[in-house]
């Protein structure tokens, strides 16, 4: 089987969303596809080669790479449209058994323009986010080169079983991660010494580092508990958080790392945050189930969220992870501070998760 995979990103980045992605299309090649990435071609920077692109996101280069031209890539909004024509009308596009993409525009285009019938995949529940969007999705599931979506997590899969669209067609494939990238497994006081990191309380923060990804709260509760280092793993620059950040001493930003530097920040941890904020999956809605919580159970820490639909498909409060309230920053904190003086049972949770 062939698949071709349509992207609109400019590649290689450091979005969340684009290891994932690369980390499926390297899949996809493992399991015996034919697999061509099919993305923007760059207009001012060097073409990335396939072993580039592995080499960046630490995968083995089971996949070739086509990079098409279009309107103007460096303009993210410009670029999803110009993709969704151009890239379902390359040639290998056009010669693939399936097409399969993450982008909503490359799905329009596919199923206006293309001749081969695509896979759709999202963590978003568009149909909640967006009510509106509810017909649109109906007639994406009538058309007959529409063969089905992937979605990253039930809650999502519900949001459009609701609206009418075939359960048959709906996978709920949540993401994982692979046991060999979390290697070597480091103790604490291992990963603290790697890190450079005191011997204090620790609380650690890893993504995408943004007020919208709710790291507001996350300061608050570094306020209200002075003598914990909190750690937030993954600036780009000088934004709103890293500004705020500044004034807190008992706060330290490190810069984005690729995954096999930032597992260390994991195993230096006493609680694996995110953030407890319903600001990610409701407010912006670029966040459900996030990709964080799979290397975090991972890590074998004890974790701290929010009491979400989305994360209560994997987390059991008491039994792998303590969650909270959402936007309840005295409830966070208070909890916090009890995981903090309970080593056993950090312990506890961090193992059940691990499980």
Same mark, same amino acid.
């Given at each position: 089987?062939?698949?071709?995979?349509?992207?609109?990103?400019?590649?290689?980045?450091?979005?969340?969303?684009?290891?994932?992605?690369?980390?499926?299309?390297?899949?996809?090649?493992?399991?015996?596809?034919?697999?061509?990435?099919?993305?923007?071609?760059?207009?001012?920077?060097?073409?990335?080669?396939?072993?580039?692109?592995?080499?960046?996101?630490?995968?083995?280069?089971?996949?070739?790479?086509?990079?098409?031209?279009?309107?103007?890539?460096?303009?993210?909004?410009?670029?999803?449209?110009?993709?969704?024509?151009?890239?379902?009308?390359?040639?290998?596009?056009?010669?693939?058994?399936?097409?399969?993409?993450?982008?909503?525009?490359?799905?329009?285009?596919?199923?206006?323009?293309?001749?081969?019938?695509?896979?759709?995949?999202?963590?978003?529940?568009?149909?909640?986010?967006?009510?509106?969007?509810?017909?649109?999705?109906?007639?994406?599931?009538?058309?007959?080169?529409?063969?089905?979506?992937?979605?990253?997590?039930?809650? *999502?899969?519900? /949001?459009?079983?609701?609206?009418? &669209?075939?359960? +048959?067609?709906?996978? @709920? =494939?949540?993401?994982?991660? #692979?046991?060999?990238?979390?290697?070597?497994?480091?103790?604490?006081?291992?990963?603290?010494?790697?890190?450079?990191?005191?011997?204090?309380?620790?609380?650690?923060?890893?993504?995408?580092?943004?007020?919208?990804?709710?790291?507001?709260?996350?300061?608050?509760?570094?306020?209200?508990?002075?003598?914990?280092?909190?750690?937030?793993?993954?600036?780009?620059?000088?934004?709103?958080?890293?500004?705020?950040?500044?004034?807190?001493?008992?706060?330290?930003?490190?810069?984005?790392?690729?995954?096999?530097?930032?597992?260390?920040?994991?195993?230096?941890?006493?609680?694996?945050?995110?953030?407890?904020?319903?600001?990610?999956?409701?407010?912006?809605?670029?966040?459900?189930?996030?990709?964080?919580?799979?290397?975090?159970?991972?890590?074998?820490?004890?974790?701290? *969220?929010?009491? /979400?639909?989305?994360?209560?498909? &994997?987390?059991? +409060?008491?039994?792998? @992870? =303590?969650?909270?309230?959402? #936007?309840?920053?005295?409830?966070?904190?208070?909890?916090?501070?009890?995981?903090?003086?309970?080593?056993?049972?950090?312990?506890?949770?961090?193992?059940?998760?691990?499980?």
């Amino acid at each position: 089987m062939h698949i071709a995979y349509l992207t609109d990103q400019l590649l290689p980045q450091t979005a969340t969303d684009t290891e994932y992605m690369i980390s499926t299309v390297a899949a996809f090649g493992k399991v015996g596809a034919e697999t061509t990435l099919i993305k923007p071609e760059h207009w001012f920077d060097p073409e990335p080669g396939r072993d580039d692109i592995a080499d960046y996101y630490q995968v083995d280069p089971t996949f070739e790479v086509k990079a098409v031209r279009s309107v103007y890539p460096n303009i993210r909004g410009i670029e999803k449209v110009a993709q969704g024509v151009a890239a379902p009308l390359h040639s290998v596009a056009r010669q693939a058994d399936v097409l399969y993409t993450y982008t909503l525009p490359i799905l329009i285009g596919a199923l206006l323009f293309g001749t081969r019938p695509i896979v759709y995949e999202t963590y978003r529940p568009w149909p909640y986010q967006q009510p509106w969007s509810a017909p649109f999705f109906r007639w994406v599931a009538r058309h007959p080169r529409f063969l089905g979506a992937v979605l990253h997590s039930e809650h *999502a899969r519900a /949001s459009y079983e609701e609206i009418g &669209l075939d359960p +048959d067609s709906l996978l @709920a =494939a949540r993401a994982g991660y #692979d046991p060999d990238r979390l290697s070597p497994r480091l103790s604490r006081s291992e990963a603290r010494d790697y890190c450079g990191l005191s011997d204090r309380p620790t609380v650690t923060y890893t993504g995408r580092v943004t007020m919208k990804k709710g790291l507001g709260l996350m300061l608050e509760m570094a306020r209200a508990l002075p003598e914990v280092q909190f750690v937030i793993v993954g600036s780009e620059g000088e934004g709103e958080v890293e500004r705020r950040a500044a004034r807190l001493d008992n706060v330290r930003v490190v810069p984005w790392q690729p995954f096999d530097e930032m597992t260390p920040y994991l195993y230096a941890a006493d609680v694996l945050l995110i953030p407890p904020s319903t600001t990610p999956l409701k407010t912006v809605g670029n966040t459900v189930l996030p990709m964080k919580t799979f290397p975090y159970m991972a890590a074998g820490r004890a974790i701290l *969220a929010p009491n /979400s639909p989305d994360l209560r498909e &994997l987390l059991q +409060d008491g039994e792998n @992870a =303590a969650l909270v309230p959402p #936007d309840d920053s005295d409830a966070a904190v208070r909890r916090l501070r009890s995981l903090l003086d309970d080593p056993d049972t950090r312990e506890r949770l961090g193992a059940a998760a691990r499980a």
